[in-house]
C-alpha cells in the first residue's frame, strides 16, 4: 500500500512538474515584452539642422523603473543664412538647454510614451540687411531668448540590445523676447516679444548602457 502510494505521489509530481513547465513555456511566448533592462542612454538629433534654428544636440537619459525617466538636451546652434537672406535674419547662433519628463505607455521593444518638455534657447547674431534707399543699406544685429513648454507622444524604438530610434511630435507653446540693434545707429533699436506655437518634431538616435 505504502509502495502504491509512494508510486502514485511521484507520478502526480512528475505530471504537475511537465505540466507546469509547458505553462510556463505558453506563457512566456505570448506576454508583453519587459523592454530594455538598461537605464541610461545616449542620444543624437541628426535631423536637427533642419529646424529653425539648427545645431548639433545630445541628449541623456535616466530610468527611474520601468515607466518613468528624465531626460536632460543640450545643444550648439550655428548661424546659417536663409535664401535670399532680405528682409529675413539669420539663424544666429547660441545653445539650448531643455529638461523632459517622460511616462511609458507600455514598456517593450517598441515603447509609446507621452512627455512634458520644458526648454530655453538662447540666441545672438541673428542678423540682417534692410534697404533703405538705393544707396544706403541698414544693417541689424540681433539677439533673442525663447522659453517653451510641449506636451509630447513619442515611441522608443530598439533596434538591437543597444540601439534604441526616437521618433516624436508634440504641440505647445512659446514666448519669444528680441532685439534688433542697427549698426549704424546704436539708438535704434527695435524691440519685440511675441508668444507663439511650439511644435518639436524629429528623431533621435539613441545608445542604451
Known sequence: MKTKLILTAMISLMFSSAYAGAFKTATDSVKAPEGSPYRNSIKLTPMRFLLSHPGVMVSYEHHFGKRFSTELSGALLYDIAFVGNE????????????????????????????????????????????????????????????????????????????FVVEPFVGVGVKYVEGKFTNTSDPTDVQKYERWDVKI??????GFEF
Open 200 to 205: 518639436p518634431m524629429n528623431i533621435k538616435l
Open 87 to 162: 528682409p529675413f535674419p539669420t539663424s544666429g547662433s547660441g545653445y539650448q538647454l531643455s529638461l523632459e519628463e517622460k511616462y511609458t505607455l507600455r514598456p517593450g521593444k517598441s515603447s509609446r510614451y507621452v512627455s512634458v518638455e520644458a526648454g530655453y534657447y538662447n540666441i545672438v547674431g541673428n542678423n540682417y540687411t534692410e534697404s533703405t534707399n538705393l544707396y544706403h543699406n541698414d544693417s541689424f544685429e540681433g539677439d533673442k531668448r525663447i522659453y517653451y513648454l510641449a506636451p509630447k507622444v513619442g515611441m522608443e524604438i530598439h533596434l538591437s540590445s543597444h
